[in-house]
């Protein structure tokens, strides 16, 4: 499976995104997907995932209450919706599949996922 990533863009604080991330191939239904972000300097984090089944989902504190990720499998695709952005949430946003659950929980190695999609800039005015 290939994955692409868009919606990113420039909002201001308060405002609310919804990244997609298309997925080529038949076998999208069996893998997990997972949302990452990262800042220069910094590490690739985990922002949310859910599991191939989308009985389960992860979601990091900084995610809680404001990102809700989901999947439709009829057109291969999976969603980050963010609402009440902030400056902080400000980076180069990626999704990311891998067939293995675990891979996206306790403690996670991005250099382990096995597929990455293009990364999509989300910038956060204040």
């Known amino acids: 499976v290939q994955l692409q990533a868009f919606g990113g863009g420039l909002v201001q604080a308060g405002d609310s995104l919804r990244l997609s991330c298309a997925a080529s191939?038949?076998?999208?239904?069996?893998?997990?997907m997972g949302w990452f972000r990262q800042v220069p300097g910094k590490e690739r984090e985990l922002v949310a995932a859910?599991?191939?089944?989308?009985?389960?989902?992860y979601y990091a504190d900084s995610a809680k209450g404001r990102f809700t990720t989901s999947r439709e499998y009829a057109k291969n695709t999976a969603y980050l919706q963010m609402n009440n952005l902030v400056p902080e949430d400000t980076a180069v946003y990626y999704c990311?599949?891998?067939?293995?659950?675990?891979?996206?929980?306790?403690?996670?190695?991005?250099?382990?996922?096995?597929?990455w999609g293009q990364g999509t800039l989300v910038t956060v005015s204040s």
């Open positions: 859910i599991n191939s089944w989308s009985d389960r989902t």
């Open positions: 990311a599949a891998d067939v293995n659950w675990t891979k996206f929980s306790g403690h996670v190695y991005p250099g382990t996922i096995a597929i």
């Open positions: 191939g038949r076998t999208f239904s069996t893998y997990s």
